[in-house]
């Protein structure tokens, strides 16, 4: 299509957008968290980054819309877990992708799936401005994540395949779609750590929703199918998740220590969400103590613990130090062993610490501000510990910690 005749069309494409769209404000939509998990160790972690199909019209919780749906059929291909992350909006272009990011950390996703365009083919954004506005974007993903991180660019879907758009004009914005997704198919076959994926899903079936969480079902096995053999061999590779960029151990720890500033949940009371997690996992894991804590600066502050008298102890002397050095679960079998321990206080004294198994708690933003842990004064072999529902219970905390930031 001729750049000349898009202007000229453009106020027409407009108006015709404007009035469709006015159809769907009765749909579902999610209001859950903007995040997915899948049982499993080893997580991977993944962004969904875009509009159209990343904001979920048709389903009430984004545990059924693309983000479960995806890390659910992540987890089945790899065998590992799965965390999904969701920065979308209906509005959301390549032009004001960034926007959206800001404050994101990057450097900790395994994989990047970027779903955008639909809003352009609408608006008969030009050629020539959607190839800067997507290399821009590309750009700045190749250079803040970290050089094992794959990307993957969700092609643009038939416009005529939403319920909602099925009518006169929108020839010209499926011509427009197909316009755009040759250029992102070139703009992605150029890059190092890139992917298009073709997508043409089947209309709109349930004119009252939208989409069905059968659509996304199926959406999600598209992507599983390109991502999972990408993810299996970045674990080959010698880049962990963290860029080589994110060396500067000071400056992580002084981001680390405004997440925990910023959820001001440090010296607040106890709080009947936090203890019951707590005491769950000290049952479950059938221990004499469970903590779930943070790591402020040079101590370690318990919001919530079972079997352990004191408020906090010295950074210097915390197992969940370490555990927040690694993404993964840190496992003691006997403390006395272990050269990195066996001269702690916490070890040589009350509580006598022998076996420890502990799960880092991430923010909302993604930093490792303290973690979920159990311990006993009896060594425990590391076979016997369940790594995956220590994981389910440090998740639990997290997504905790999320619902207080949102009612504050």
């Known amino acids: 299509m001729h750049d000349l005749t898009r202007w000229a069309l453009r106020p027409l494409m407009r108006a015709w957008t404007a009035s469709a769209e006015r159809q769907d404000r009765h749909l579902p939509r999610p209001s859950d968290a903007p995040q997915a998990h899948a049982a499993g160790i080893d997580s991977d972690r993944v962004l969904i980054l875009g509009s159209g199909p990343a904001v979920g019209w048709g389903v009430l919780s984004h545990q059924v819309a693309?983000?479960?749906s995806l890390a659910r059929e992540l987890a089945a291909r790899t065998g590992r877990g799965v965390d999904i992350d969701l920065v979308a909006s209906r509005s959301m272009t390549a032009a004001n992708?960034?926007?959206?990011?800001?404050?994101?950390?990057?450097?900790?996703?395994?994989?990047v799936v970027v779903i955008l365009g639909l809003n352009e083919a609408l608006d008969l954004t030009s050629v020539s401005e959607w190839r800067d506005r997507l290399a821009a974007l590309l750009a700045v993903l190749e250079h803040e994540t970290s050089r094992s991180t794959q990307i993957f660019v969700?092609?643009?879907?038939?416009?005529?395949?939403?319920?909602?758009?099925?009518?006169?004009?929108?020839?010209?914005?499926?011509?427009?779609?197909?316009?755009?997704?040759?250029?992102g198919t070139r703009?992605?076959?150029e890059a190092p750590r890139t992917t298009f994926v073709p997508f043409s899903p089947a209309a709109t079936v349930d004119v009252d929703r939208h989409r069905t969480a059968d659509d996304y079902r199926g959406w999600a096995v598209l992507l599983a199918n390109a991502m999972s053999d990408s993810l299996d061999a970045a674990r080959l590779g010698?880049?962990?998740?963290?860029?080589?960029?994110?060396?500067?151990?000071?400056?992580?720890?002084?981001?680390?220590?405004?997440?925990v500033d910023g959820?001001?949940?440090?010296?607040?009371?106890?709080?009947?969400?936090?203890?019951?997690?707590?005491?769950?996992?000290?049952?479950?894991?059938?221990?004499?103590?469970?903590?779930?804590?943070?790591?402020?600066?040079?101590?370690?502050?318990h919001k919530a613990r079972v079997g352990l008298a004191a408020t906090e102890v010295p950074r210097s002397d915390s197992f969940c130090a370490i555990t927040i050095t690694d993404d993964g679960p840190l496992i003691v079998e006997d403390a006395r062993s272990d050269a990195r321990f066996n001269e702690n206080p916490l070890v040589q004294g009350d509580p006598r610490i022998r076996f420890y198994a502990g799960f880092p708690i991430e923010s909302p933003s993604g930093e490792r501000i303290g973690a979920l842990c159990v311990f006993d004064p009896k060594p425990r072999?590391?076979?016997?510990?369940?790594?995956?529902?220590?994981?389910?219970?440090?998740?639990?905390?997290?997504?905790?910690?999320?619902?207080?930031?949102?009612?504050?």
């Open 238 to 259: 010698l880049t962990g998740p963290e860029s080589a960029r994110q060396t500067d151990v000071a400056g992580r720890e002084r981001t680390r220590q405004a997440a």
């Open 154 to 183: 969700l092609g643009i879907p038939p416009i005529r395949s939403i319920e909602i758009f099925r009518r006169p004009l929108v020839g010209i914005a499926d011509w427009s779609a197909t316009d755009l997704n040759t250029v």
């Open 97 to 111: 992708a960034l926007v959206a990011l800001n404050g994101t950390r990057l450097g900790r996703f395994d994989a």
């Open 66 to 68: 693309l983000p479960g």
């Open 187 to 189: 703009l992605a076959h």
């Open 263 to 301: 959820l001001a949940i440090v010296d607040t009371p106890s709080e009947a969400r936090f203890d019951r997690l707590v005491l769950l996992a000290q049952r479950l894991f059938d221990t004499e103590s469970a903590l779930i804590t943070i790591i402020d600066r040079d101590r370690q502050w």
């Open 381 to 408: 072999s590391a076979a016997d510990v369940d790594q995956v529902l220590l994981r389910e219970l440090a998740l639990l905390v997290q997504r905790e910690l999320r619902v207080g930031r949102k009612a504050r």
